[in-house]
C-alpha cells in the first residue's frame, strides 16, 4: 500500500512537470508564427488562409517544428531542483533558442546566400526558397538542442557557451554551402546556384535541405567527445570547430558512397540539376540525414 502511495506520488509531481514544460512549449510554439509574420511583414493569418502562399507555410512550419527541436533540449522534467527553476529554464531556453533560431536565419540571409532575398521571395510564394528556409532553421535547431543538452546550469556561462557553439556551427553551414556552390557551377558550366534556386528549382532545395540538416548532425557529434566545463570554454570551441569539421567531411564522404550504391545507375547531375527530379532529389536528401543520424548514434 504504501508502495502504490508513493507511487502515485511521484506520478503527481511528474504530471506537474509535464503540465509546466507542455504549457510553456505550446505558447512559445504559437508566438513563433507570429513572430514570423512580424518579422516579414506580412499579416501570417493572410498569407496562409487567404493567400494560400504555402512557402511561407513551409517556412513557418520549419520554425515551428525548430522551435519544437530546441525545447527537447531546455526540458529538465522532474530532474529539476523545482517547479520556478523548471519555468524559468524553459521560459529562458525557449526564447533564447527562439533568437539564435532567427539570428541564425539572419546568416543564411546575409552570408550563406546573400544573393537570394528569401523574405521578398516567400511573400512571391517561392516554394523552393521556404523549404530551404526551413532546412535552415531545422538545421540550426538541432545544433542548439545539441549545445543545450551538452552544458550544465543556468547561468550567464551557460549562455555564452550556447552561444559559442551556435557562431562554430553557423560557420560550418556557410562553409558548406559554398562548397555546394562551387560544386553546382563545376557539374552545370558555371551556372550560379542562387540564381538556380530563386527561379524555383524545389529539387536542388530538396537535395541542399538534406546536406544542410546532414551538416547539423555532424557538428553535433562534437558534444560527445568534450566536457562542459566554463573555464575550458574556448578549448571547447575550438574542439567544436575541429571536430565539427571533421564530422562534416566524413558524413560527406559516406555519403557519396551511399548515395552511389542507393541510386545505382543513375545520373544524379542530369535528374537534379538539369531535369529537377523531386525523387531523386528526396532519396539523396534522405541518404544524407540517414548517414549522419547513424554516425551521430554511433558517436554517443
Not at 507542455?22 to 505558447?27: F, P, Q, R, S
Amino acid at each position: 500500500m504504501n508502495t502504490l502511495i508513493e507511487l502515485v506520488g511521484v506520478n503527481q509531481e511528474l504530471l506537474i512537470f509535464l503540465a509546466i514544460d507542455v504549457t510553456i512549449a505550446i505558447i512559445l510554439l504559437g508566438t513563433m508564427r507570429f513572430l514570423l509574420g512580424l518579422s516579414s511583414q506580412v499579416n501570417s493569418t493572410e498569407e496562409l488562409a487567404q493567400k494560400d502562399n504555402f512557402a511561407f507555410g513551409v517556412s513557418v512550419a520549419g520554425s515551428v517544428l525548430a522551435l519544437g527541436i530546441v525545447l527537447t533540449g531546455a526540458i529538465t522534467g522532474e530532474n529539476a531542483p523545482s517547479y520556478l527553476i523548471e519555468i524559468v529554464g524553459m521560459l529562458a531556453y525557449g526564447a533564447y533558442g527562439l533568437l539564435l533560431i532567427k539570428v541564425g536565419r539572419v546568416i543564411q540571409d546575409k552570408v550563406a546566400l546573400q544573393h537570394l532575398n528569401k523574405t521578398a521571395l516567400i511573400k512571391e510564394q517561392n516554394l523552393t526558397i521556404g523549404i530551404i528556409d526551413a532546412a535552415g532553421a531545422i538545421a540550426t535547431a538541432i545544433i542548439i538542442r545539441a549545445v543545450l543538452l551538452w552544458v550544465d546550469g543556468l547561468d550567464l556561462s551557460t549562455f555564452i557557451a550556447i552561444t559559442s557553439g551556435f557562431i562554430v556551427a553557423q560557420a560550418v553551414l556557410v562553409l558548406v554551402t559554398r562548397l555546394r556552390e562551387r560544386k553546382y557551377a563545376k557539374n552545370n558550366q558555371e551556372d550560379c546556384f542562387q540564381e538556380a534556386l530563386s527561379n524555383g528549382q524545389i529539387a536542388l532545395a530538396i537535395r541542399y535541405s538534406g546536406h544542410v540538416i546532414s551538416t547539423a548532425l555532424a557538428v553535433t557529434a562534437a558534444s560527445h567527445f568534450l566536457v562542459y566545463s566554463p573555464e575550458t570554454l574556448m578549448v571547447n570551441l575550438i574542439g567544436w570547430l575541429v571536430i565539427g569539421i571533421i564530422m562534416t567531411l566524413l558524413v560527406a564522404i559516406l555519403t557519396s558512397l551511399a548515395k552511389r550504391i542507393v541510386l545505382w545507375g543513375i545520373n544524379l547531375v542530369e535528374e537534379v540539376d538539369q531535369q529537377h527530379n523531386i525523387g531523386v532529389a528526396s532519396i539523396e536528401m534522405a541518404t544524407s540525414i540517414a548517414i549522419a543520424m547513424i554516425l551521430s548514434a554511433l558517436m554517443a
